[in-house]
């Protein structure tokens, strides 16, 4: 009868010493920081990757945009500034598997910087990009040959973007120091901005469309033979000498909004 009545006592304690390690080890998994989620597109269709500033918490306006982008038709995910070379990564195993579709990238601050990182990884990569656009960046960056188009918000008078080597798309530096309302905190949440760029986007991709390539410079077209002079005048020496004109490059543009 002892040994009965001791092993009803003993079979739940193993059970529970079993039972509580599992679950122990469940909650931890749980609670463990998970890796940033992989982004799920349409494949043929344009994203547009949004990066958040320091501690991924100051940039509210990028969660703002995404929200205006995403209600005209167009894909668009949040990410935080650290992640860009894993985004980075993600974006050219879909190039590389087939997937053309036009890539944008938006961010303020760090952020800013970042997707100007973005940028020239992916060039090195051989993966085009449709459209960059730093809001604010903390410093100035050159636009690698692989991006079609930079539209720079800034209001600092040092975070201009340049031209870098091969660039040959539209950059724009758009200042808006001075402008009522405007610092480096709100900047990313600006209405005006927002609007600006979504109209910018837009006319880049379309409504889910495929994008639009970037503008190339062209050679200049011949000059037109000139007529033969009359035989009176043939004897007299030229004045002047044709020149053909020649197709202008992209030049940077700087302005500030009123």
């Known amino acids: 009868m002892r040994g009965f009545f001791r092993s009803w006592v003993i079979l ?34 344009p994203h547009v990757y949004l990066l958040r500033g320091l501690l991924n918490v100051f940039s509210l306006g990028m969660d703002d945009l995404a929200g205006k982008i ?11 500034h650290s992640e860009w070379q894993a985004l980075a990564d993600a974006i050219t195993a879909k190039y590389k598997a087939g997937d053309r579709s036009p890539i944008v990238l938006v961010g303020h601050s760090l952020g800013a910087d970042a997707v100007m990182f973005m940028g020239e990884y992916l060039g090195k990569q051989g993966v085009p990009v449709a459209l960059i ?21 800034t209001q600092r008078d040092y ?13 724009a530096n758009i200042d808006m120091s001075g402008q009522p309302g405007i610092d480096h905190v709100n900047i990313d949440k600006s209405a005006k901005l927002h609007t600006m760029v979504l109209n910018k986007i837009q006319s880049v991709v379309g409504r ?51």
């Open 12 to 45: 739940p304690v193993l059970a529970l010493s079993l039972v509580v390690p599992a679950a122990a080890q469940e909650t931890a998994s749980i609670e463990r920081p998970s890796k940033p989620a992989k982004v799920r597109t349409t494949k043929g269709a």
């Open 70 to 80: 995403q209600a005209r038709g167009i894909s668009a995910s949040v990410h935080n």
């Open 133 to 153: 656009v730093p809001f604010d960046g903390t410093g100035s960056f050159a636009a690698s040959s692989n991006v079609a188009r930079v539209m720079n918000l």
């Open 159 to 171: 975070a201009h973007m340049r031209r870098g080597p091969g660039f040959r798309g539209e950059l």
């Open 208 to 258: 889910g469309g495929r994008g639009t390539a970037a503008p190339k410079s062209r050679p200049a077209a011949p000059a037109p033979e000139a007529a033969p002079a009359p035989a009176a005048q043939q004897s007299a020496p030229a004045s002047t000498a044709s020149t053909a004109d020649h197709a202008a490059k992209p030049t940077e543009a700087s302005s500030t909004p009123r």
